[in-house]
């Protein structure tokens, strides 16, 4: 029989990291912070088990990991070196080119928005849980996603009549 830590919090795993990996921009670290929250999470599995919003406690131990990450090594949090997030070889090249050029401009949107996108349109998560995990109003994320997309119109726009 599986463990609370297994059944729930371990297939987390790949949507977390891609999650922390967007905040620090390097790979090892974002490893660490995964694994400080899952050792965390792991030491508290019983007070977990009836936790209200399990994934939204794991998104803000994500993010108050790696601001003492930020803390601890004297950096400063930049939305600089975003690195692509790997696609699926069998997508066309003309495919992978534009999820490319999305993600880089993706780099340009406020932090908050960059959350907000990416656990929308890369996540596939729907607008509640957006809510439920950032812990913000519904139309905050309805009003930051619009936005985003937006910004990345405009600027797709921009790029391609440039």
């Known amino acids: ?12 795993r790949n949507k977390m990291f891609r999650m922390v990996l967007l905040w620090v921009k390097d790979r090892d670290v974002a490893e660490d912070v995964l ?7 792991f030491e508290r599995e019983n007070e977990l088990q009836g936790h209200p919003n399990l994934v939204g406690w794991l998104v803000k131990s ?10 601890k090594s004297g950096r400063t949090l930049t939305l600089d070196g975003l690195e692509e ?3 699926q070889e069998t997508v066309s090249e ?8 999305v993600m880089q401009l993706m780099e340009n949107l406020p932090l908050k928005q960059q959350e907000i ?10 607008y509640e849980e957006i809510a439920d995990y950032l ?3 519904l139309e905050q994320v309805k009003v ?8 990345i119109r405009n600027q797709f726009i921009n790029q391609t009549t440039s």
């Open 62 to 71: 994500l993010k108050n990991e790696s601001m003492m990450y930020f803390r």
């Open 85 to 87: 997030m790997p696609v």
């Open 94 to 101: 003309e495919v992978t080119d534009r999820v490319s050029q």
């Open 117 to 126: 996108f990416q656990l929308r349109e890369v996540e596939g998560l729907s």
């Open 135 to 137: 812990e913000i109003s």
């Open 1 to 12: 029989m599986k463990s609370f830590f297994e059944g729930h919090i371990w297939p987390l």
């Open 144 to 151: 930051n996603l619009h936005r985003a997309r937006k910004s």
């Open 35 to 41: 694994q400080n929250v899952f050792e965390r999470s």
